[in-house]
């Protein structure tokens, strides 16, 4: 254990920065060990950390596949009109960026969530039809395994951007099944991934 935790002032002025709610969870982990908690604190920091250039990369990749995927089908507004039934949702976030006159800024202002969305049971017709050519694999993929995937790392990403303990989540799982959709919608990024960030 560092130096740093033997000074009780340290560990105070940590304490009083992080707030007694935020620390709650990781003195729950820690037997209500104050240095305990400290440290596991910051290797929740550590974990997300590593996080954050693979979920960066799958957002990425998965945005900008469905939108090629959809321009191609429904012109490059697809958004704006009835083409495709969006969720309620995903409507209330394209009124929300009504303002962009580019359309750029309106499909990268778009949330992770709006874009796991489409592999909702809503969207099982778009699937079969359009969304599982964004896929490159020989994989029978199925929507819902999918949507299973995205759905626990969209999960991982909000509490990474929440600041929120990851320690008790799959880790090793999240992180597989994010690099493995990756290299699905892009071999050729999850090549860059792991050359260059991994």
Not at 97 to 124: D, H
Not at 137 to 143: D, I, P, V
Request: with cysteine; glycine share 4%.
């Amino acid at each position: 254990m560092s130096n740093f935790y033997s000074n009780s002032k340290n560990v105070q002025e940590i304490e009083t920065i992080l707030s007694s709610d935020r620390l709650e969870t990781y003195l729950s982990l820690a037997n209500f060990n104050h240095t305990q908690a400290l440290v596991l604190y910051r290797s929740n920091i550590l974990k997300s950390h590593r996080f954050y250039t693979i979920l960066l990369i799958l957002e990425v990749c998965l945005r900008n596949k469905i939108d090629i995927c959809l321009s191609k089908k429904f012109g490059t507004r697809w958004f704006d009109g009835t083409a495709i039934l969006l969720t309620s949702v995903q409507n209330h976030s394209i009124v929300e960026l009504k303002n962009f006159e580019k359309r750029g800024q309106v499909i990268a202002s778009l949330s992770f969530g709006f874009w796991t969305a489409f592999f909702g049971k809503t969207f099982e017709e778009l699937w079969r039809k359009e969304l599982r050519t964004i896929f490159s694999t020989s994989e029978a993929l199925k929507r819902g395994y999918i949507a299973d995937k995205l759905k626990n790392i969209r999960i991982l990403r909000n509490r990474i951007a929440h600041h929120e303990c990851i320690l008790k989540m799959e880790l090793n799982s999240l992180e597989e099944s994010a690099i493995q959709l990756i290299q699905w919608l892009s071999p050729v990024a999850y090549e860059w991934l792991v050359f260059d960030l991994l």
